[in-house]
């Protein structure tokens, strides 16, 4: 056990704050830096095992791996064989756990703070199943929180010690992170076939967040939870709990709906991802949300611009296919852009539909699509992307449709717009609240132009996966810089998702559905 004063490498201990079975953590400080963070030190007896030093490591490179604003950071690794010690060094977070937090609160969080609890987690875990990483031990304790000077929570996911790498998996490289007994996770938080010992899936974890924030919404009830492990066990395998409703009258309808379908005893008929969970919470915050001003019916959907895909690779293999319908599904075979047998691709694995924004990708496969390198679940396409299905590299070409919509004469003349130089957003019209000239030319300058479904914003926007505040535009020194806001969906800059990020000429940001275009000066 390390003493306070002990140093390896650049980290001098302060104290211990915690630990487990496997492992102790303490609280270092940099010796150069002077800045607080966390050392997780394996368990001195386990060190000299091999496999037991390879899977620690593991863990901190599985966490590396999932870098999100909700997911603690490893920024360093540790090992210092001749005094037998290995250790990850991460994020130092100054306060309790969700498990902690629930004891000492009288009574269940409103709706507000439930949601603030728990959707940055969803998120994190939603972008961890993105890159192909199931956690696998999602409980309250490995949930941590802080407070800000404004008193706001900000929840914090960590412990990927029996994580799973689904993509390695297939390849036989996952390392398997696990505790000597051989337990894989918290029994009270397993999924019935989690319990059975099946594939790793990202709907173990949706089931335990369905336990998380039962517990939550109830103010400390488990909804299976029994004296012994075996009748734990046993409960998760009937399947049977109350309502969270019954155990807390008044509890916000959406997030009683929210947490029923996370905890669905068939993964066939539970909530597909933590993304639909984060939109069924999110249907009670639409329904107390002011009514909008009744606005001019949509035009008429615009017909599908000339479209095509093709692979990559040399000219003389290049294959290409024209997309004429408003629906086109990528796969193996009996699709409309049928690749054949590529290694990792299934027989749908993605679909591209064309909606009144234009082009969206939506992913079908376990495997996942990557667009411009990124993995994805739902995403606007533009002219130049570039898919990856499978083993399969795709191009995407779009081109724009300048026609006018059949309710403007085509001799109308459109608005001109503003008279606007220098650095200026340029935003279709039709993601806008408000009339006025298409496209919406907004001037970037010190003052931030804050983006955002808000109408307090400098831009409200009419696109439901944006956030009340989504991101912030602005000009520091020499440079405009994009910073996101703690966003659901996120901001997207070049097939990535960026909290924050200096713009180029030309940069297109992507929120929801809406593209916001930079223009330099």
């Known amino acids: 056990m390390l003493e306070p004063g002990d140093q390896i490498h650049h980290y001098i201990v302060e104290a211990r704050v915690g630990g ?50 909700a997911i603690v950071m490893v920024t360093d690794a540790v090992v210092d064989a001749p005094r037998r010690l290995a250790g990850l060094v991460m994020e130092y977070v100054e306060g ?55 008193g706001v929570w900000h929840p914090r996911l960590v412990d990927f010690g029996i994580a799973h790498v689904l993509e390695e998996a297939r390849l036989g490289e996952t390392p398997r992170v696990t505790e000597p007994d051989g337990h894989l996770g918290t029994p009270a938080f397993m999924a019935p076939e989690q319990i059975d010992g099946g594939v790793p899936s990202p709907l173990w ?25 075996t009748e734990t066990l046993a409960a998760i395998g009937r399947g049977t709990k109350l309502a969270p409703s019954a155990v807390h009258d008044g509890l916000d309808a959406a997030i009683e709906d929210a947490i029923l379908a996370a905890l669905e005893h068939d993964p066939a008929a539970r909530a597909r991802s933590c993304m639909e969970l984060i939109e069924r919470l999110d249907a009670s915050r639409r329904a107390l949300a002011p009514a909008p001003v009744p606005r001019e019916p949509a035009p008429p959907t615009r017909p599908v611009p000339p479209t095509f895909i093709e692979t990559t690779g040399s000219p003389h293999q290049r294959k290409a296919w024209r997309l004429t319908g408003a629906e086109v599904r990528i796969g193996r075979q009996d699709v409309e852009v049928a690749l054949g047998p590529v290694a990792e691709l299934e027989n749908v694995h993605c679909v591209l539909r064309w909606t009144p924004a234009g082009w969206v990708l939506e992913n079908l496969a376990d495997a996942g699509t990557r667009v411009n390198g990124a993995r994805v679940t739902r995403i606007p396409l533009e002219d130049g992307d570039l898919l990856r299905v499978g083993h399969q590299v795709l191009k995407f070409h779009t081109t724009p449709d300048n026609a006018p919509p059949p309710s403007v004469p085509a001799t109308a003349p459109k608005p001109a717009p503003a008279a606007i130089t220098g650095p200026r957003l340029e935003i279709a019209r039709r993601h806008v609240v408000g009339d006025g000239p298409d496209p919406l030319v907004v001037p970037v300058g010190p003052t931030p132009v804050v983006l955002g479904r808000d109408p307090g914003c400098s831009v409200q926007l009419d696109e439901p996966l944006a956030s009340p505040k989504h ?28 909290r924050f990020r200096k713009l180029r000429e030309g940069t297109t940001l992507v929120i929801g559905e809406a593209k916001v275009r930079y223009r330099g000066r």
């Open 471 to 498: 991101c912030r535009i602005v000009l520091q020194g020499l440079d405009v810089v994009v910073e996101d806001l703690s966003s659901h969906s996120g901001t997207w800059v070049d097939g990535q998702r960026v």
């Open 20 to 69: 487990g079975g496997t492992a102790s953590v303490y609280r270092v400080r940099h010796a150069i830096l002077q800045h607080a963070l966390a050392l997780k030190i394996l368990d001195p007896d386990l060190v000299d095992r091999p496999d037991m030093r390879r899977r620690f490591l593991a863990e901190g490179r599985i966490q590396a791996r999932v870098r999100h604003p």
């Open 205 to 229: 974890d949706v089931f335990a967040m369905g336990c998380v924030m039962y517990e939550l919404a109830t103010g400390g009830v488990h909804p299976f939870e029994r004296p012994t492990v």
């Open 96 to 150: 309790p756990n969700l498990a902690e937090l629930v004891a000492r609160m009288k009574g269940p969080p409103d709706a507000a703070l439930f949601r603030a609890l728990v959707i940055p987690i969803l998120e994190a875990l939603h972008h961890g199943h993105q890159e192909g990483v199931v956690h696998r031990d999602v409980k309250p304790s490995n949930i941590l929180l802080s407070r800000d000077a404004a």
